[in-house]
């Protein structure tokens, strides 16, 4: 599936199918969760349409996507989106000190490198990624 991050909100995603018209709606589904549904919706032509979510309460997991043509046709994408709080490596939902734990035995090699912690984009873990992480669940930055 595709990983989609919660801090990067709204999300815009590209759907591939076929049989694509306008008024379409587009929504997320999750077993135990309610519909996310969204907030706009483009085709580009009948294969492509683009549809942006509001997710600002996080909803970590694994979503179907469910597109509905005005006329009752539906398509169904199964696990189409793993949903993940950007910075949260144990899977609970925030970034909090277990999280900047985990990233700092990422830079020391006591546990195994998860390149989604490499936060200033040089393709390694390093103490800049520890800090970042730091700096951000202390609210010292806005974002990873």
């Not at 815009?12 to 969760?33: C, E, H, N, P, W």
């Not at 390694?124 to 930055?141: E, L």
């Amino acid at each position: 599936p595709e990983m989609v991050f919660v801090s990067n909100n709204p999300v815009t995603i590209q759907i591939t199918g076929s049989g694509f018209v306008d008024g379409a709606t587009v929504l997320m589904k999750r077993a135990g969760y309610q519909d996310i549904i969204a907030t706009e919706v483009h085709g580009s032509d009948a294969d492509t349409i683009s549809a942006t979510f509001d997710l600002t309460t996080p909803r970590n997991g694994t979503w179907s996507i469910v597109v509905w043509n005005p006329d009752g046709k539906k398509a169904l994408f199964p696990d189409a989106l793993s949903i993940r709080v950007k910075g949260d490596f144990k899977g609970d939902g925030v970034v909090d000190i277990g999280d900047v734990a985990l990233v700092a035995y990422m830079v020391v090699g006591k546990t195994p490198e998860d390149l989604l912690a490499d936060f200033n984009g040089n393709g390694i873990i390093d103490i800049g990624d520890a800090a970042k992480i730091a700096y951000f669940m202390v609210g010292r930055i806005g974002g990873l």
